[in-house]
């Protein structure tokens, strides 16, 4: 959509060929329905949350910025607000005003747009694009092509991988193709658990998470380590939820992102080396957290220990911290000794989760992976195998973190297409 818009804006006749029955189908569940439209930072620090070729976007970036994009949703009528985490969200929380306002944008600008049409290749003669072949044979003729099909995540929204088809058909590269700011599954096999699970009723990672599926925990500080090295791989603040297949959440989907490119990671993850370790009190140091229990201890010695530690935890986590720790969940807490409460601190800094691999594309929020970006001229989005052939978006080997980095990509990719 912005292709066209930019593109239109340069006195072009421009045709947007949709092959659902309607525009933004994905952008409509971005932001689980509200639409995370970009983030506050400053663009340079758009690079450094793109870990998949970050430094091919400076000239789009430099082309089209967030100021922009909420400029262009502002001029048809969409407020925006910010959130924690800088991200950017329509004031409305309904990403179907972003779709609507772009439609507008669409019109206003004269675009023709053909919807329930599919693309069936890009016709080329002499290295230089002549138009497109539609399903039905019908021909365009177009002097220029702009090829913003999306990837492969959420194929139910109608990015199931046409661009690459189209693109490889033309000679182009396409570097392999993996799910990123997807969901991460845990371990079943206890032969290689950390001891803790192991020696516990759970037996294994997958058991405690379904045990606690559903729950959402807030403000918590994660670290990924290379068991094998000791090695911390990743660092990160913020939200993530366990599930019946492991954990997810805005912290783990940005995780897998940086996860997925590191070496031999399938072999590490199935030899049970790569491990989350959760701190769920970041805000106390283990001698707060410690005094901390006394106090609480000392209010409630009476009580059993699964009914004293509503103040300190949720629900449903207090059952598994106690199974982990092995203490009998009856024990009146004046009979908890002192070992078992430094037992109980180390666990709450120190939470321990075996992870096992990444579940599929479909999941997955966007795709790593596409064009190669060295048969792509960074100034201008143009091909430098074929002639008047553009690209935009998650159809070239770009992603990003969580946070509307990948929208952002989306638009500023976009609109350096159309503007040449």
Do not use: W
Not at 74 to 100: H, L, Q, W, Y
């Amino acid at each position: 959509m912005i292709a066209a818009i930019k593109a239109a804006k340069e006195n072009n006749e421009v045709t947007l060929v949709e092959k659902n029955n309607m525009l933004g189908k994905k952008l409509l569940i971005t932001g689980k329905g509200r639409c995370n439209i970009t983030s506050s930072l400053d663009m340079e620090e758009f690079i450094k949350n793109t870990p998949g070729n970050g430094r091919f976007l400076y000239s789009s970036f430099e082309n089209f910025t967030n100021k922009d994009i909420i400029q262009m949703l502002k001029e048809n009528g969409v407020k925006v607000k910010e959130e924690r985490g800088n991200r950017i969200f329509p004031a409305s929380d309904k990403a179907i005003d972003v779709r609507d306002a772009l439609e507008q944008e669409l019109r206003k600008n004269k675009v023709k747009i053909k919807l329930n049409v599919k693309v069936n290749r890009v016709i080329v003669e002499d290295l230089k694009v002549v138009g497109v072949e539609l399903e039905n044979k019908e021909k365009i003729k177009a002097q220029k092509v702009i090829l913003a099909t999306g990837g492969k995540s959420y194929p139910g929204t109608g990015s199931t991988g046409d661009g690459y088809k189209i693109a490889k058909e033309l000679g182009h590269t396409i570097t392999k193709i993996k799910p990123s700011l997807v969901p991460i599954t845990v371990s079943n096999n206890n032969r290689i658990e950390k001891e803790s699970i192991n020696k516990s009723e759970y037996g294994t990672s997958l058991n405690l998470c379904k045990s606690m599926q559903g729950l959402s925990l807030r403000n918590v500080a994660i670290e990924i380590i290379d068991d094998s090295k000791n090695k911390k791989i990743y660092e990160d603040f913020g939200e993530m939820l366990f599930t019946h297949f492991g954990i997810s959440g805005p912290t783990i989907l940005s995780a897998s992102s940086h996860l997925l490119r590191y070496k031999n990671i399938e072999e590490l993850l199935k030899d049970g080396r790569i491990i989350l370790k959760i701190d769920l009190k970041p805000a106390l140091s283990e001698e707060k957290l410690k005094a901390r229990f006394l106090r609480e201890f000392e209010a409630n010695k009476n009580k059993e220990i699964k009914n004293s530690l509503n103040e300190l935890l949720p629900q449903k986590l207090i059952m598994p911290v106690i199974k982990l720790l092995r203490i009998d969940e009856n024990k009146k807490v004046n009979s908890i000794t002192k070992e078992e409460r430094i037992e109980l601190v180390k666990l709450l800094k120190n939470f321990k989760i075996t992870l096992s691999g990444f579940r599929g594309i479909e999941e997955a929020i966007i795709t790593a992976g596409g064009i190669a970006t060295k048969e792509i001229n960074p100034k201008t989005m143009e091909s430098k195998l074929i002639e008047g052939l553009y690209f935009a978006g998650e159809v070239i080997d770009v992603d990003a973190y969580t946070g509307g980095f990948n929208l952002q990509i989306a638009y500023s990719t976009g609109y350096t297409a159309g503007i040449n």
